[in-house]
Structure formats: structure tokens, C-alpha cells
T-cell receptor, first 116, second 110 residues
Framework: GAVVSQHPSRVICKSGTSVKIECRSL??????MFWYRQFPKQSLMLMAT?????????EQGVEKDKFLINHASLTLSTLTVTSAHPEDSSFYIC????????????FGPGTRLTVT | DAKTTQPPSMDCAEGRAANLPCNHS???????VYWYRQIHSQGPQYIIH???NNETNEMASLIITEDRKSSTLILPHATLRDTAVYYC???????????FGAGTTVTVRA
């Protein structure tokens, strides 16, 4: 089966700093990766879709200059939260899909971000 | 705009079958029914999907009504590890996006 990893699993940062989260597809080439955000007791909300080698497509209301997404290779996408504030504290989850799995999405374990 | 409707919560007894309903009355002909679950503080896990025929795999069975307006996910022998939020999602095969609703919080009790 498809395995997607995220690093780090938990991160605490100070307000105003930036934090990078990595998402890797370990055993397949992911042509498309997705980034979701989940606040406590809420469902997953899609933030952006990234295709390898091209700019990410952001959902309405998601600031592209604040949430920088890079999908430089077929196995790695990164989400950088710039100038983080306490309201950015959330559970960030990535997923990956590729032709080999008929474009089914496989999810990473998530990253818990706490901004103090 | 939610394309599926699920009960917010349900309890079931360990070892018994858990039947999770989902209404999708506006489903289009090219849309599949997908089920995912999310155990607390983990990423979602794919369970099963189907178009119109009933489907079964090692995790669950999916029963889709003939008019495709509703479906039921069946966990045949629920265990405590099946406690999770279960999401029913409809999507076309060539539509990569998944829209998660509120899901059903399933609590399996000993």
C-alpha cells in the first residue's frame, strides 16, 4: 500500500517565526499532493493542491503568501507557515495521489502545530 | 454545500456489526461513494469505495441502494480500535479533491 509520511509530527514555535512541514510519499511517485488543516473538533479543510513542478492552487480564503507550498519532486512537498500566529495553531495533514494508485488519496499522519 | 448527510454520532458494542448510514440524494451518475475514517489525532484512512455495486474488502462492506441515493458502511465485527470519525464522501473518479463533511463519530464500547 501507499505510505505517506510527515515531518515533524509535532512542532511548537514562537509567534512571528516560520515553520516548515514536510510531506513525503515513500513508495510511489505523487503527481499531486494536498494540504489540509483541521481545527479541534472540526473536519478537514482543504488548503491547497500542488502538482509537481508547478505552482500550488489555493482554496478560497487561504493566504498563499502565508502558507508557502513547494512540490519540487515527485516524492516531496513542503508547507511553510510564515510569520506564524497563535491562530495558525492547528493539525496540518497532507495527502498524496498518483497514477499508480488510480489517483486515490493517501494521507500522512498529520503535524500538530502550536504557536505560542 | 454538503453532498452527503451522516448522523453525527453512534455507539456500537464491541464484537457486533456497526452499520453507518449515509445519504447522498444528489449524487451524479459518474460519482463514486468513498468512505474514510480518522482515528483521533491521525490522518484519515481509506476504507472502501463503490459506484453502484456492493463492495467488500478486509475492512468493511459497502451497500449502495439501487437508486444510489444512500449507502451503508458495515463494519462486521467492531473492535475498540474502530472508534473513529467516519466520513462518507462522493466524488467523480477524475476529481482529485475530497470534501470532508462532519462525519459520524463512532464509539465502540466494550
Amino acid at each position: 500500500g501507499a505510505v505517506v509520511s510527515q515531518h515533524p509530527s509535532r512542532v511548537i514555535c514562537k509567534s512571528g517565526t516560520s515553520v516548515k512541514i514536510e510531506c513525503r510519499s515513500l513508495d510511489f511517485q505523487a503527481t499531486t499532493m494536498f494540504w489540509y488543516r483541521q481545527f479541534p473538533k472540526q473536519s478537514l479543510m482543504l488548503m491547497a493542491t500542488s502538482n509537481e513542478g508547478s505552482k500550488a492552487t489555493y482554496e478560497q480564503g487561504v493566504e498563499k503568501d502565508k502558507f508557502l507550498i513547494n512540490h519540487a519532486s515527485l516524492t516531496l512537498s513542503t508547507l511553510t507557515v510564515t510569520s506564524a500566529h497563535p491562530e495558525d495553531s492547528s493539525f496540518y495533514i497532507c495527502s498524496a495521489t498518483g497514477q499508480v494508485f488510480s489517483y486515490e488519496q493517501y494521507f500522512g499522519p498529520g503535524t500538530r502545530l502550536t504557536v505560542t | 454545500d454538503a453532498k452527503t448527510t451522516q448522523p453525527p454520532s453512534m455507539d456500537c458494542a464491541e464484537g457486533r456489526a456497526a452499520n453507518l448510514p449515509c445519504n447522498h440524494s444528489t449524487i451524479s451518475g459518474n460519482e463514486y461513494v468513498y468512505w474514510y475514517r480518522q482515528i483521533h489525532s491521525q490522518g484519515p484512512q481509506y476504507i472502501i469505495h463503490g459506484l453502484k455495486n456492493n463492495e467488500t474488502n478486509e475492512m468493511a462492506s459497502l451497500i449502495i441502494t439501487e437508486d444510489r441515493k444512500s449507502s451503508t458502511l458495515i463494519l462486521p465485527h467492531a473492535t475498540l480500535r474502530d472508534t473513529a470519525v467516519y466520513y462518507c464522501i462522493v466524488r467523480a473518479l477524475n476529481d482529485y479533491k475530497l470534501s470532508f463533511g462532519a462525519g459520524t463519530t463512532v464509539t465502540v464500547r466494550a
